[in-house]
């Protein structure tokens, strides 16, 4: 899966006209934040800022501006009550600009939302890595047995795959908040690896598979190591969503997923908002 600034630079060397829809402002409740892009070509569209009557009328205005080959860069704001009839309420700013190579050596690169070290490339490992693959994320997945992994070619972009017979060993290169997820084919190796963890920690989120029993056998092995209680009690274990049930692969993976996002928005909310609208910047001037 590649992101919207890779396609756009893959339209772009492959000369395909598209025209840049940026949201630059964002009011009230409103589909999406400021900094969300679309590309719109002639005959395909990349990307969304929200969907609706909003979106509709974007992509006629951005065919308009191809079709006529007026590629000046144009602002246009809505009201999506009144003007769009969308029940949203907000009202949003569009700007709109041909793409270019300039425009995309503006187009900042976002920074991932998490990076997580994946232990295991198992059935769920393997449905994680799946259902990852659409996100902005970064993603070590270690496993032991170089066998269990898909080819390279079916790698998403951002995930890369570490053979190793130490996996424990990779967890101090983790950075500083980093993500883990511990799900190997052995208890033991589990354990291993999980006591690197909580020795570092400093991980933004830790969690491990396994049942309520192994929890408990685990948590009294950490006791007994002396690790720090506070550690120990950030550790989740079983993994997942509370409240999610099934035991296929994807489910669990879908669930665990859903609680690495909400670890990161809970991260993300304590980011002042002028922190974050900085590192938004628009791709051309209107």
């Known amino acids: 899966m590649h992101s919207l600034r890779d396609t756009a630079a893959r339209w772009l060397a492959d000369g395909t006209l598209a025209i840049v829809v940026e949201v630059t402002e964002a009011l009230g409740s409103a589909p999406?934040?400021?900094?969300?892009?679309?590309?719109?070509?002639?005959?395909?569209?990349?990307?969304?800022?929200?969907?609706?009557?909003?979106?509709?009328?974007a992509i006629e205005r951005a065919r308009r501006m191809l079709a006529t080959g007026d590629h000046t860069p144009q602002s246009a704001h809505y009201p999506l009550g009144p003007a769009l009839g969308q029940c949203c309420g907000g009202a949003v700013t569009l700007a709109?600009?041909?793409?270019?190579?300039?425009?995309?050596?503006?187009?900042?690169?976002?920074?991932?939302?998490?990076?997580?070290?994946?232990?295991?490339a198992g059935h769920v490992g393997r449905a994680i890595v799946t259902a990852l693959a659409p996100l902005n994320?970064?993603?070590?997945?270690?496993?032991?047995?170089?066998?269990?992994?898909?080819?390279?070619?079916?790698?998403?972009a951002h995930t890369r795959k570490i053979a190793t017979d130490?996996?424990?060993?990779?967890?101090?290169?983790?950075?500083?908040?980093?993500?883990?997820?511990?799900?190997?084919?052995?208890?033991?190796?589990?354990?291993?690896?999980?006591?690197?963890?909580?020795?570092?920690?400093?991980?933004?989120f830790f969690g491990l598979i396994g049942s309520q029993t192994k929890r408990a056998r685990f948590v009294h092995r950490f006791e007994a190591m002396g690790i720090a209680p506070e550690a120990i009690?950030?550790?989740?274990?079983?993994i997942g969503v509370l409240g999610v049930s099934g035991k296929e692969p994807e489910v669990i993976a879908a669930s665990v997923v859903a609680q690495l996002l909400l670890a990161s928005s809970r991260t993300e909310d304590q980011v002042p908002a002028s922190a974050r609208s900085a590192a938004r910047s628009s791709t051309f001037t209107v």
């Open 137 to 156: 994320v970064k993603v070590d997945w270690i496993d032991e047995r170089d066998d269990e992994f898909p080819p390279d070619a079916a790698l998403p």
């Open 32 to 57: 999406r934040e400021a900094g969300t892009r679309m590309l719109v070509g002639a005959a395909q569209c990349a990307g969304t800022i929200g969907g609706g009557h909003l979106e509709l009328k």
């Open 166 to 204: 130490l996996p424990e060993a990779e967890v101090r290169d983790a950075p500083r908040g980093a993500y883990f997820l511990v799900l190997t084919h052995r208890h033991d190796l589990d354990l291993r690896i999980a006591t690197a963890i909580l020795r570092r920690g400093d991980f933004g």
């Open 96 to 120: 709109f600009g041909r793409l270019n190579a300039r425009t995309l050596a503006a187009w900042p690169l976002a920074a991932p939302r998490f990076e997580l070290q994946l232990h295991g």
């Open 233 to 238: 009690a950030r550790m989740h274990c079983p």
